[in-house]
């Protein structure tokens, strides 16, 4: 089975920083796109960040400027460098992958979420 793996979620001061990660594991013949969601307390969870196979990359709104994704093909990993973080940033945070694995089917997997508090 293939799963994904987060990290790098914590308790940040406003105007601090973080960088998550998300390690895709397990029997994969390769992985499309890749993206971040987040979900506050009683809201629907939300694309924060997502980035294709060919690297274009595309951020909410109140992101954009602040946050960076990125990815390493060669170790199956998407990162999220949050920068600026403000309290309504807080939430939890999901990484996501199409991926294609060894059984030859295309699926979309969750990674198991990861807290981001970010104090006034």
């Known amino acids: 089975q293939v799963h994904l793996v987060e990290s790098g979620g914590g308790l940040v001061q406003a105007g601090g920083s973080l960088r998550l990660s998300c390690a895709a594991s397990g029997n994969i013949f390769t992985i499309n796109g890749m993206g971040w969601y987040s979900q506050a307390p009683g809201k629907q969870r939300e694309l924060v960040a997502a980035i294709t196979s060919g690297g274009i990359t595309n951020y909410a709104d109140s992101v954009k400027g602040r946050f960076t994704i990125s990815r390493d093909n060669a170790k199956n990993t998407v990162y999220l460098q949050m920068n600026s973080l403000k309290p309504e940033d807080t939430a939890v945070y999901y990484c996501?992958?199409?991926?294609?694995?060894?059984?030859?089917?295309?699926?979309?997997?969750w990674g198991q979420g990861t807290q981001v508090t970010v104090s006034s």
């Open positions: 996501k992958a199409r991926m294609l694995s060894g059984s030859f089917n295309w699926d979309d997997y």
